[in-house]
T-cell receptor, first 105, second 114 residues
Framework: DAKTTQPPSMDCAEGRAANLPCNHS???????VYWYRQIHSQGPQYIIH???NNETNEMASLIITEDRKSSTLILPHATLRDTAVYYC??????FGAGTRLTVKP | DAGVTQSPTHLIKTRGQQVTLRCSPK?????VSWYQQALGQGPQFIFQ???????QRGNFPDRFSGHQFPNYSSELNVNALLLGDSALYLC?????????????FGEGSRLTVL
């Protein structure tokens, strides 16, 4: 079973930042957090991962709390093409139900 | 550089039949993981293969079996199909030695059991 929990759905206005939370209160000390997204039943696509420090790449930013019990994926300027289901598995790659993000015009 | 390829993309079977799904990993990858994704749910881990051996297994019955070939490609076999086996079956590849590396997923094989 997945060791992470996420809200089932979120909405975001186009052009605004989308902040997607993930709880992982039982995470181990050396366990990474990963983020993937899945668009309309395509295969999930890797976004970013991190251990302790905040991470940023061309797609998104990942903020991990100091106690590592939760994290937030930030899409800085959401577009309609960011509408997808977002998952945050840990290093064991067990996926939960994810958050369905809908970006609205 | 070819990504993960899966075949067939769609197939229809009847209850009690057997099915074989195939996966070719991304070039250079040596590890293949299989997932089942029912409609509206997240991918559920079935098992992982490396060096032609099953390394990890999720909570799936023995009707689900797999194989990995020397060229790293893999097959997923499901026997005695049930209606509840209808799902998108996803294959993902990675490097075994890079345990912090990401998974690369194929587009999946959609199985319908009637």
């Amino acid at each position: 079973d997945a060791k992470t929990t996420q809200p089932p759905s979120m909405d975001c206005a186009e052009g605004r930042a989308a902040n997607l939370p993930c709880n992982h209160s039982t995470i181990s000390g050396n366990e990474y957090v990963y983020w993937y997204r899945q668009i309309h039943s395509q295969g999930p696509q890797y976004i970013i991962h991190g251990l302790k420090n905040n991470e940023t790449n061309e797609m998104a930013s990942l903020i991990i709390t100091e106690d590592r019990k939760s994290s937030t994926l930030i899409l800085p300027h959401a577009t309609l093409r960011d509408t997808a289901v977002y998952y945050c598995p840990l290093q064991d790659m067990r996926f939960g139900a994810g958050t369905r993000l809908t970006v609205k015009p | 550089d070819a990504g993960v390829t899966q075949s067939p993309t769609h197939l229809i079977k009847t209850r009690g039949q057997q099915v074989t799904l195939r996966c070719s990993p991304k070039s250079g990858h040596d590890t293949v993981s299989w997932y089942q994704q029912a409609l509206g749910q997240g991918p559920q881990f079935i098992f992982q293969y490396y060096e032609e051996e099953e390394r990890q297994r999720g909570n799936f019955p023995d009707r689900f079996s797999g194989h990995q070939f020397p060229n790293y490609s893999s097959e997923l076999n499901v026997n005695a199909l049930l209606l509840g086996d209808s799902a998108l079956y996803l294959c993902a590849s990675s490097f075994w030695t890079v345990n912090t590396g990401e998974l690369f997923f194929g587009e999946g094989s959609r199985l319908t059991v009637l």
